[in-house]
């Protein structure tokens, strides 16, 4: 290897590693079945089920099933309307990909975002039938929002941890501050939330500061809506 060569190698920045296809077409699958749109349904189906008594008003304004009018708020504010916001992006090409790879084409599903959120929360907290720590959920969420917002300005912050990082965040949140056993749920969540990150490093989508980030807004986030509404 002539000095050139060497020279050229040394500047060289280091790549990421390269995973077999197998293995990368399962951290896809799991990146769609775990996206953070999913999570506040899953989440609030989770609370709904596991504390009903909290939840005694919405059961009485069901129309089909039990709390389908709660369910039908939270799946539209949480994923058809920011579904929505991505695709019509994309179609008028606002966005470059429905992945929204760059910070650029994160601009608009975030504002939209802050906004469906905060509705939610507003909406709740103005109704006066949800418990406390519901509307401190999304509280949490519309907080982590906007501070992911903020940091995709310097960086691209994963979505993916920010979402599980919430939840995290909010299942402490409760275990202390309600004093209920969530061990059980929060074992699963954590396992969740390694497999989501395990995923997200290997399609190369974020680098491991990024993931981290993730984690960390989202728990904080819910930490400090808590605190405010607890």
Same mark, same amino acid.
């Given at each position: 290897m002539n000095k050139e060569s060497a020279l050229h190698v040394s500047e060289s920045k280091p790549?990421?590693? &390269?995973?077999?296809?197998?293995? %990368?077409? &399962? $951290?896809q699958v799991l990146s769609y079945i775990l996206h953070p749109l999913f999570i506040p349904t899953l989440v609030t189906f989770f609370i709904v089920q596991s504390l009903p008594e909290y939840f005694v008003t919405f059961k009485?304004?069901?129309?089909?099933?039990?709390?389908?009018?709660l369910y039908f708020r939270v799946i539209s !504010?949480?994923?058809?309307?920011?579904?929505? =916001? #991505?695709?019509? *992006? %994309? $179609?008028?090409?606002? &966005?470059? *990909?429905?992945?929204?790879?760059?910070? %650029?084409? %994160? @601009?608009?599903?975030?504002?939209a975002s802050i906004i469906y959120y905060f509705w939610a929360f507003y909406t709740f907290v103005r109704e006066g039938v949800a418990p406390s720590f519901f509307n401190a959920f999304f509280?949490? !969420?519309?907080? $982590? #929002?906007?501070?992911?917002?903020?940091?995709? @300005?310097? #960086?691209? !912050?994963?979505?993916? =941890?920010?979402?599980?990082?919430?939840?995290?965040?909010?299942?402490? $949140?409760?275990? &202390?501050?309600?004093d209920i056993n969530v061990t059980i749920p929060l074992v699963i969540t954590f396992f969740i939330a390694g497999l989501v990150a395990t995923a997200r490093l290997v399609l190369a989508a974020h680098s491991p500061a990024e993931i981290y980030a993730g984690f960390f807004v989202g728990i904080l986030s819910q930490f400090i809506a808590y605190s405010i509404l607890g």
């Open positions: 790549e990421w590693p &390269v995973f077999p296809a197998a293995m %990368r077409a &399962v $951290a009485q304004y069901s129309v089909r099933f039990p709390y389908d009018k !504010i949480s994923l058809f309307f920011p579904l929505l =916001t #991505v695709l019509l *992006s %994309r $179609a008028l090409h606002f &966005v470059d *990909s429905f992945y929204l790879r760059s910070q %650029r084409d %994160r @601009i608009i599903p975030y504002i509280l949490g !969420i519309f907080l $982590a #929002v906007i501070a992911a917002f903020i940091c995709n @300005i310097f #960086v691209k !912050i994963s979505m993916h =941890t920010l979402g599980w990082g919430g939840v995290i965040g909010f299942l402490l $949140a409760i275990m &202390v501050g309600m």
